[in-house]
């Protein structure tokens, strides 16, 4: 037995509009109390990058889930399940599965090698001026292209809930969101950003699990009545069979092939994921912190199941489609078919924490990068103290805040979800081969990682201005244009494996050899923790 619930009109939204920024104001004023307060502790480097390394694996693990489940795990990945049905739902098993490749190969390895940032693990036992700034101009590429998704999710979510359908004023709304997201940066440091995280995480994954029990009890706790419905209101028989978005063609197969391989890679290159590691005083803790997420990440795409193909049985395609923000408008049109203008107001205001919590990551991650690595380690060669480092980490902030608004206006409107893709796939392309070439090859060399980092990160980033996704197309970034020669959406499926065949090829072409002491000295490290400690608490 089914419940009947009124159908979805988007021009009652805009009768919400006081009550929806009310949240939000609520939330931005209890989340900025948290990170003042968190930002009295911050005195040292480590304060400011790590948290003092003083969160423990489950706190640590739900912060990881906060950073991962971003705009793209419930706005994106909702609204391509619903409109493109099992097709949409591979986002949700790629983003999964990505954590077992997190946890097994680099995960504690790199707990034990580095200090603040992927850059101190890849120079350890390479040359550290070339290597440095080529993992951090990787850093700051993927963090930009993360950065993107999430401001381009924060238009569509308040354009939504104000009813703004106007350029200009979605414009206004990323510039808002990017104030905000420095603030809480130049605030609260790692510290405060964390906390920030902890509480979205615990508020998305409960508001997920009340939006999954709802539409569950609507169909009587069937799933297959629930299917039934997405394929009755969508008049489209295929919404369950593989091939809506892709397989209709050679090309989109073997664009699939690459989204997949870019989604399950890409986690254990993200940056933004891989610094959380250094949060946590030991590598046991480390450990826990990756076990705790996975089965926080695992319950939560579990839900964006039902909520997809819930979106697709009541709200209904077309209505998705039609409404402000397209696509990523799925989650709170259904929040609104469920529970009127308060449960849109509340999933809304956890969207957006979500989005401020994911982007803040991002800018600490970014700015620590430049700092750390570029400033203090090439630049002043070493001779930086930490008050001057963590300066020059808050001013990167400001700078990459306003990167990251201009370039979220400019990729408005398009699927949260696809656009992180391209942030997995250039990540895996540009940091995971020499990640792994570091940890596991002794014979691997500065030249080899230097041709792995910057062929990976080009191929990538060209691969991806010259596809469909930036010109040809309607839904492309600039739709009047056409210079797409790369027919695939996703560059992974060449970036990647070019990215490993370039540090191969530039390791045995290289004649000079590393120095064997810190190879063995990393080696022990990474798989022991012994020397590890003491390294990190400097």
């Not at 098993?93 to 707990?111: N, Q, T």
Request: with cysteine.
């Amino acid at each position: 037995m089914t419940l009947m619930v009124p159908a979805v009109n988007v021009t009652d939204l805009k009768d919400t509009t006081l009550l929806n920024m009310g949240i939000f104001a609520v939330f931005v004023a209890i989340t900025m109390v948290i990170v003042i307060r968190a930002s009295r502790n911050n005195k040292t480097a480590a304060d400011y990058y790590a948290a003092g390394r003083s969160f423990t694996g489950p706190q640590n693990g739900t912060a990881i889930a906060g950073d991962y489940l971003s705009a793209a795990s419930f706005l994106g990945i909702t609204g391509a399940i619903a409109i493109n049905g099992y097709d949409g739902f591979m986002y949700s098993i790629g983003f999964l599965v990505a954590w077992l490749v997190a946890l097994l190969l680099v995960a504690e390895l790199l707990r034990n090698t580095g200090k603040f940032t992927m850059a101190d693990v890849l120079s350890f036992r390479l040359k550290q001026r070339p290597v440095r700034i080529a993992a951090a101009i990787s850093t700051l590429a993927v963090c930009f292209f993360y950065l993107l998704a999430q401001m381009a999710g924060a238009g569509s979510l308040i354009s939504l809930l104000l009813g703004i359908s106007d350029w200009g004023g979605q414009a206004l709304v990323i510039v808002v969101v990017g104030a905000l997201m420095i603030m809480y940066v130049l605030i609260g440091g790692m510290k405060g950003t964390t906390w920030v995280q902890i509480i979205k995480a615990m508020l998305l994954i409960a508001g997920a699990a009340v939006m999954t029990f709802w539409v569950l009890a609507i169909y009587g706790f069937n799933l297959s009545d629930l299917l039934g419905g997405a394929v009755e209101t969508s008049g489209n028989p295929n919404m369950l069979n593989p091939g809506l978005q892709y397989g209709k063609t050679e090309t989109s197969k073997l664009d699939f092939m690459s989204l997949g391989l870019a989604l399950v890679l890409g986690t254990a290159a993200l940056p933004h994921v891989l610094m959380r590691f250094y949060t946590v005083p030991t590598a046991k803790e480390a450990r826990k912190s990756v076990v705790w997420s996975i089965w926080l990440i695992g319950i939560f795409y579990l839900f964006t199941l039902v909520l997809g193909y819930g979106a697709a049985a009541l709200v209904g395609a077309d209505t998705i489609k039609a409404a402000p923000g397209g696509v990523n408008s799925a989650a709170p049109l259904l929040a609104f078919h469920l529970g009127g203008p308060l449960l849109l107001g509340f999933i809304s205001a956890v969207a957006f924490a979500t989005i401020l919590a994911v982007v803040a990551g991002l800018t600490i991650t970014a700015a620590a990068s430049f700092a750390h690595d570029i400033y203090a380690s090439v630049i002043a060669k070493g001779k930086a103290d930490a008050d001057t480092e963590v300066k020059v980490a808050r001013r990167t902030v400001v700078v990459i805040g306003l990167l990251a608004i201009a370039g979220g206006i400019f990729a408005n409107g398009q699927n949260v979800a696809f656009l992180v893709a391209l942030a997995f796939a250039v990540a895996a392309s540009a940091n995971l081969p020499t990640i792994l070439y570091s940890l596991f090859w002794r014979r691997f060399t500065t030249q080899g990682a230097l041709w792995s980092m910057y062929g990976g990160l080009s191929a990538a980033i060209i691969l991806i201005v010259l596809s469909p996704v930036v010109s040809g197309s309607k839904t492309s970034m600039i739709p009047g244009a056409n210079f797409a020669i790369f027919p695939l959406s996703n560059p992974g499926i060449v970036s990647i494996p070019l990215a490993f065949f370039l540090g191969w090829l530039g390791t045995v072409l290289d004649k000079r050899k590393e120095d064997p002491t810190k190879q063995a000295e990393m080696e022990v490290r990474s798989l022991t923790g012994v020397g590890a400690e003491k390294a990190t608490n400097h």
